[in-house]
Every structure is written in C-alpha cells, then in structure tokens.
C-alpha cells in the first residue's frame, strides 16, 4: 500500500465524500439496531479486530507470550495478517456488499474475507451456545421453551450478520485502508465524524420518554402471556391497582398525565415492578399506562402496544373496578394501543368479555 499525496485525485475526493457521508450516517442505524436485537458481540468482535490491526506486531507480541490471550485474539490477528497481505476493495463494494452474495459465496478469495467477518472458530462457537444457554434460562424459562427460542435466535443472528455486512464491514475496511495507507487526517476525520454521529444518535435514544423494547422482548410478552393467561392477569391487574393507587393519593390526583393521555412517573414505575413477578425486567419495559379523561381521570389502561398488526395486551380500571371489554375504552386509549378493535390475532386482548381469563 502506497502513501497518499497532499493532493488527492478527484476521484479520490468523491470517494472519501461518500465514506464519510456513511461514517456520519451508518452510526445511527448501528446504535438502533444493537437497542433492538442482541448485537453487542458483533461490535466488540470488529472493534477487537481493528484494535489489532492498528497495534499490528506489538499485538502479536502480546499474543506470543500468553497461551490465553493467543486464544482470544486468534480471529483478530487471523484478520490482521489477513488485510497486511490485501488491501481491501474500493468502498463501493463493501457499500453494496449485502447484494454481492452470489459473488463471494462462488469466489474463493471472497468468500475467505466474508468468513474473516462471520466466521467462527471452534472457541467463539463455545463462547455463543454458553450465551445463548444463559439467555434462555434468564429470559425466556421457565413459561418459553426451545419451540419460541430457536427460531428467535435465528433471527437475531441473521440481523446480526446483516449489521456486520451491510454497516460494519464498510467501516471496519474503511479504516483498515486509511490506516494502511496513510491517509491519517482522513481517517482522523471519518473517526470523529463517527464518534459524532454516534453521541448523537445514543443521545436522541436515551433521551426518548418511552424506553426502547427490543424485538423479542416484545414476541416474548405476548408468548409468556398465552403460555400463563391467569397468572399474566392477575399480574397485570396488580399492576394497574397499584398504579390507581398512586395516581389517587392524597394531593395526588390526576398528577403525571401527560398530554396524549400517557400516565408517567411514579404510577407507571410501580406499575411497571408489579409486572416483574411474572413478566422480565425487559418486557415490563413493553407495557405503558394510559388515562382518561386527562384532569381528573376514571379510568386507568395497564397495556403493551400493538405492534405488527397484533392486538394489544391490556387491562382497564374505571372508578376503581376492572373493565371488561373494548368497547367500553374511550377512542383516545384505542388510538394509543393502535387499532385495538379491528384485529382477528388469536393472542387478541386475551381477557375480552368473550372470553375471560
């Protein structure tokens, strides 16, 4: 790899216009997804990678002296000695990457760099069956077997190599060429766009009045609730007394309402607390608590939004007593729970006045 010169080609330019346009925008979308599926693994694995690679021969060094430490950087120092002996291919490769699969599926030199990304060896496929053992046994048992856990696990692992492919990869050779290269103050300059970008988009996340739920923490609520209806309502229903007993203490009324109906504060904290005796700590996330009318509210609804055109999980206080059936709800909690009434999903609002608990 050769050094670059203080003035660069036009094609050049363009070229780092279009990196760091995708350094400034990539980041938002890799900090969304690792909120939404269990991802991190993949970003430590490429972040090591690139630790590696920049340390070069002092990493190596390292490796050499320690058995275990030798181990754990195998896959890096592999992608290291990969990229000494090539340098990557121009950015639009890696851009369209995802769509290329036929090409380095059937391509051998191809296919060795794509496995370089999402391959395992024997040590970090030990390391992913002794995670995924442990996230079944916290998250998912003893209500959820292997029936709804495998099939969530292929999904997250394919959203995962789709983070890699299509967000990570661009990034991670990006940095690999630049480094390699020379081109210090560019990849300077990518990096703190990076960076940027990244504040940003965790900072607009956390930020955010309703918590982000992943993905399966969602299908798992509406699972563990069809696996337990009974126990899942009667944990709902404390729940919601709880909140109406917050809501209505003394010099209490009607405080935390927000301005779409939303109940926050205390109401929905101990609400959400009651729902961890049966519900994970994640999925009590999922739920949120409306009023109505919004000054001095009768009535109280304890709910999991729909989501995917499934109907939602909820149950209703008014005056202090349970409501049974959607029609009795007010158009603006429908509205919240999104289009409560006109679904035909089996897993429906589970304690309809058709259909008790």
Do not use: C
């Amino acid at each position: 790899m050769q050094r670059s010169t203080l003035l660069s080609s036009p094609v050049s330019f363009a070229d780092f216009l279009l990196r760091l346009a995708f350094f400034a925008l990539a980041p938002a979308g890799i900090v969304l997804v690792a909120e939404l599926f269990p991802v991190r693994g993949a970003l430590i694995d490429v972040g090591l990678a690139l630790g590696v690679f920049v340390a070069g021969e002092y990493a190596r060094a390292i490796a050499a002296r320690s058995r275990v430490l030798g181990l754990v950087l195998k896959e890096a120092l592999a992608f290291e000695g990969y990229y000494r002996e090539r340098p990557p291919r121009p950015f639009l490769y890696y851009f369209f990457y995802p769509f290329l699969f036929p090409f380095w599926l059937t391509n051998r030199e191809a296919r060795r760099e794509f496995l370089m990304f999402r391959g395992y060896t024997l040590a970090s496929f030990a390391i992913l069956l002794l995670q995924l053992g442990w996230q079944y046994r916290r998250d998912w048992q003893p209500e959820l077997g292997m029936r709804q856990f495998l099939p969530s696990v292929a999904i997250a692992l394919a959203v995962e190599t789709w983070l890699v492919l299509a967000l990570l990869m661009p990034i991670a050779t990006t940095v690999v060429w630049y480094h390699a290269s020379f081109r210090h103050r560019r990849l300077v300059a990518l990096l703190v766009t990076g960076l940027v970008a990244s504040g940003i988009a965790g900072y607009r996340l956390s930020n955010r009045r309703d918590p982000i739920v992943s993905y399966l923490a969602r299908k798992r609520v509406a699972w563990r609730t069809l696996a337990a209806r009974k126990r899942a309502h009667g944990v709902l229903l404390d729940g919601v007394m709880q909140a109406w007993r917050d809501m209505y203490r003394e010099r209490a009324a009607g405080s935390g309402v927000e301005g779409d109906g939303k109940v926050e504060g205390t109401p929905l904290a101990d609400a959400r607390a009651a729902l961890q005796k049966f519900y994970k700590p994640d999925e009590a996330f999922a739920f949120d608590l409306g009023a109505s009318p919004k000054a001095r509210p009768r009535m109280i609804i304890l709910y999991s939004e729909a989501r995917s055109g499934r109907r939602p999980i909820w149950v209703a206080l008014k005056d202090g007593a349970e409501v049974r059936g959607r029609k009795a709800l007010p158009p603006d909690a429908l509205a919240a729970m999104r289009a409560a009434a006109d679904t035909s999903d089996s897993l429906g609002m589970l304690w309809d006045e058709e259909q008790p608990p």
